[in-house]
Every structure is written in structure tokens, then in C-alpha cells.
């Protein structure tokens, strides 16, 4: 079993910068491939952004694309997700997700494919 612990979050302005941490406990994060997904009030959870096991290969929502970069320390067993450029329909509660893989450079994007998830971290961007 692994434990997943959302921090950074807050209240900022449009235009600002955030860094998202996500420490993982209970087993060593380089085991998992890890996500980022995100829900708004009224809407559905949706893919963020997601990294391999190594680090190596990430992908992103179109929505992020060049503002977002998912990052991970597997000597610190931490992820990361560094926001910049932020605007208010990033407006969320942010989780992080973990899932077992064999392949180290295996990246997932679907959330019912993850088997591990935080309890995540409020982000409001003001306008």
C-alpha cells in the first residue's frame, strides 16, 4: 500500500507561479508511474499531467501544455508539478495518482487506470 500527500497549494493571482508536491509513502516512488489530475466545482476530474516511473517521458493536457511541468525526486520519493503562467480556470482541487508499473517509462493518462490517490490541495487563481 502507498500513501499520497498533496502540498503547495493556495490562493494567487493571474499570472502567478505554484509548485505542487506530492510525497509518496509505504513503498519507494520509483515503483509507480505518477499523474496529476484536477477537479473543479460542477466538473468532472481531468488529466493534468502525468510522468514515468524514471522521469524520463511526460505528458500533458493541451490545456497546460507549456505552462505546467511534472517533475519527480525518487530519492525524495516526491512529484512534482510546477505551475507557471497560472489563470483562473486552473481554479481546482489538484490530486496526485500513483499506479505499479513494470516499464519505466510507461506514462498514464487515464485516471481509472491509477490505483493510488491523494486526498488533494486546493489551487485558486484569482483574476
Known amino acids: 500500500q502507498v500513501q499520497l500527500v498533496e502540498s503547495g497549494g493556495g490562493l494567487v493571482q493571474a499570472g502567478d507561479s505554484l509548485r505542487l508536491s506530492c510525497a509518496v509513502s509505504g513503498r519507494s516512488s520509483s515503483s509507480y508511474a505518477m499523474g496529476w489530475f484536477r477537479q473543479a466545482p460542477g466538473k468532472e476530474r481531468e488529466f493534468v499531467a502525468a510522468?514515468?516511473?524514471?522521469?524520463?517521458?511526460?505528458d500533458y493536457a493541451d490545456s497546460v501544455k507549456g505552462r505546467f511541468t511534472a517533475s519527480r525526486d525518487n530519492a525524495k520519493n516526491t512529484v512534482y508539478l510546477q505551475m507557471n503562467s497560472l489563470k483562473p480556470e486552473d481554479t481546482a482541487v489538484y490530486y496526485c495518482?500513483?499506479?505499479?508499473?513494470?516499464?519505466?517509462?510507461?506514462?498514464?493518462?487515464?485516471?481509472?487506470?491509477?490505483?493510488?490517490w491523494g486526498q488533494g490541495t486546493q489551487v485558486t487563481v484569482s483574476s
Open positions: 510522468i514515468s516511473r524514471s522521469g524520463g517521458r511526460t
Open positions: 495518482a500513483a499506479v505499479l508499473t513494470l516499464s519505466p517509462q510507461l506514462i498514464v493518462v487515464v485516471a481509472t487506470t491509477y490505483d493510488f
